[in-house]
């Protein structure tokens, strides 16, 4: 049994991608936390902002983060705010390693106006300089992970490899 590996990071860093890639690599199972919870809830992560506000997102993603935080072996990537709790933080760290993927606010930008309407927190007319500003916000709660990767100007295969080699040399997998 290993520990798992918990992909934090604002919005459009690439937790997803780089957590199913992570995951085929190191032949484990994935769990991407806003699809699990699209899953369990019957609707899509705006539906719930819409139809039942943050609060219940938030609430089911503490659940989900108390549950998977009992694992081991799985690769997961969360949605931008899980961290900002620390009920979740100490869930994920349990038996876990945590791992902030960072971006450019402007690749973030770019990334997130090709999803549009998929954030709820991101308003239609937003600038890089919102983005900015709120990764400020909430650079305390990204600064508690294990170890940081940028993924700016890096190609998929490039931060992976980053990712498999900080933690193999730094033997953090044992748990
Ligand atoms: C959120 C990020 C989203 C999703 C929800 C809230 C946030 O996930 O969990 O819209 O507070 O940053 P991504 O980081 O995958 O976009």
């Known amino acids: 049994m290993a520990k798992n590996l918990v992909l934090i990071g604002f919005m459009g860093t690439g937790k997803s991608t780089v957590g199913i890639r992570l995951a085929q690599r190191m032949k484990r199972e994935f769990i991407d936390m806003d699809r699990k919870i699209e899953e369990i809830c019957g609707m899509s992560v705006a539906e719930i902002f819409k139809r039942y506000g943050e609060v219940r997102f938030r609430s089911e993603e503490s659940l989900l983060a108390a ?94 490899r980053e990712i498999m080699e900080v933690i193999q040399s730094k033997n953090l997998l044992a748990v």
């Open 67 to 160: 549950k998977l935080g009992e694992k081991q072996d799985l690769i997961i990537s969360t949605g931008g705010g899980a961290v900002l709790f620390a009920e979740n933080v100490a869930a994920l760290r349990k038996n876990g390693i945590l791992i902030c993927l960072d971006a450019d606010p402007a690749d973030i930008f770019s990334r997130v106006n090709r999803k549009k309407g998929s954030r709820p927190l991101l308003k239609k007319n937003m600038t890089v300089e919102d983005i900015d500003n709120l990764l400020k916000q909430r650079e305390p709660y990204y600064a508690l992970a294990d170890i940081r990767i940028s993924t700016s100007g890096k190609d998929l295969d490039r931060v992976v």
